[in-house]
């Protein structure tokens, strides 16, 4: 996976030579071409040159944030570990690990760039999520659990199940923690 996710980068080098305008001034070079100004020699003013589009031109699509960068799997790997440890309990950041790892070591061997920028950018999602302490009270995505196979939700099903038992059974002892406390007191004197 670590040498097809370097297969996958884009390489990118920007074009240093500044071209002439024909307005007597220099336009920068930008690597992707949308950026290009001219720059007039009279006034030293910035206008806009005839390469960049006019700034109502995408006013009919709604605004899109750029997508983050991917963290390469090692280091996307470590930061999970890292998150685990700072912001799980003991019991889940064991379960955590061994299913990251269980999951990293399933999938170190795929080539698919597709499978690979999906598997990664759901993992980084995860850890992002995990280090801003939202998914205590988010939901899981209609479309993710429709995507779901029916074992898939057989399993949630028994998580799900197993968390509820897990909190009552840990209910039922801090009660009988509290009232074995209460019974040990001693009567006060009056």
């Not at 001034?25 to 005839?50: L, T």
């Not at 061994?98 to 698919?112: G, L, P, Q, S």
């Not at 999602?125 to 479309?143: N, P």
């Not at 099903?157 to 923690?177: F, G, S, T, V």
Request: net charge negative.
């Amino acid at each position: 996976m670590v040498r097809a996710f370097a297969a996958t980068k884009a390489k990118t080098t920007p074009d240093p030579t500044p071209t002439s305008s024909t307005n007597g001034g220099v336009e920068d070079a930008c690597p992707n071409r949308s950026c290009r100004y001219a720059v007039s020699d009279a006034d030293d003013s910035v206008s806009r040159s005839k390469y960049e589009s006019s700034a109502d031109a995408g006013a009919s699509r709604p605004f899109k944030p750029a997508p983050a960068a991917l963290l390469p799997p090692i280091p996307l790997y470590r930061r999970l570990l890292r998150s685990h440890r700072k912001r799980l309990g003991l019991e889940e950041r064991l379960l955590g690990d061994m299913y990251v790892k269980a999951e990293f070591r399933a999938h170190k061997d795929i080539d698919n760039p597709v499978q690979i920028i999906g598997f990664l950018s759901e993992w980084q999602t995860y850890c992002q999520m995990l280090e801003g302490d939202s998914w205590k009270e988010a939901k899981m995505d209609k479309a993710k659990i429709d995507k779901m196979s029916d074992q898939q939700i057989g399993q949630l099903y028994e998580l799900m199940q197993q968390i509820k038992n897990q909190a009552q059974e840990d209910a039922d002892a801090e009660d009988a923690r509290v009232v074995e406390m209460l019974d040990k007191k001693p009567p006060s004197d009056q």
